[in-house]
């Protein structure tokens, strides 16, 4: 049992968007070793360089197979859902990038910086971000070949991972709120919006495994 509109042109273009949530994939990676450079007391400028470079290039991508859909003749009457498909995926390197350029652009204080990475444990929340897009991939990865409740299941792990990141989400923001008196209010309001840009990383994972969902609703046969 496989999806009724996979045919071997449709199975070459899912490979190519696997390909492209991999490239979103490598540039949230390059947030994660920003933070670790960030933790060590490094300059992060080179880091976000790469992390910028990688969006501009998923931009790119995104762009190219975008077109490609709209103006082909693949999978049919469910076009509009790849479409919206790649537009998830591509907001996975977009926020990447907005945390990343937050971390760059703002000048804020090392106990806050040291707080936030070691008291708060943020780094943990970033990880758990970075496995439900690897749960995200694995879900596509099994999309032209494995029977639906297999799929389904790989579909739960994003959200399992997801869920994980919202509840670290919440807790930083307590954490944060309850330094008041010891961080720079600045720093707070700007650690608060990177921590909820970064939540909309995750968000984006699970959106596009919900795409997923459908896509085996409305395909399989």
Request: aromatic share 10%; proline share 1%; hydrophobic share 40%.
């Amino acid at each position: 049992m496989k999806l009724s509109f996979f045919h071997r042109q449709e199975d070459e273009l899912l490979a190519q968007i696997v390909a492209y949530a991999e490239l979103t994939q490598e540039c949230n990676s390059e947030l994660l070793k920003l933070l670790e450079v960030l933790k060590s007391g490094g300059d992060i400028h080179d880091a976000y360089h790469r992390v910028d470079l990688l969006e501009t290039e998923a931009d790119n991508v995104h762009e190219r197979l975008a077109e490609y859909i709209a103006s082909g003749s693949f999978f049919s009457y469910i076009r509009e859902d790849f479409l919206q498909l790649l537009e998830k995926i591509d907001y996975i390197a977009d926020y990447s990038k907005d945390v990343g350029k937050m971390f760059a652009g703002y000048n804020m204080d090392h106990v806050s910086i040291d707080f936030f990475l070691n008291q708060c444990n943020a780094i943990e929340f970033f990880y758990s971000i970075q496995k439900s897009i690897s749960a995200l991939i694995t879900v596509l990865n099994l999309l032209h070949k494995s029977p639906p409740m297999e799929i389904i299941r790989s579909i739960k792990e994003v959200e399992k991972y997801e869920e994980d990141a919202d509840s670290k989400k919440d807790v930083i923001l307590r954490s944060l709120f309850n330094s008041s008196g010891k961080l720079k209010i600045l720093d707070i309001i700007t650690l608060r919006d990177i921590v909820n840009i970064a939540d909309n990383i995750a968000d984006s994972a699970e959106d596009s495994s919900d795409i997923v969902l459908q896509l085996i609703a409305k395909g399989y046969k």
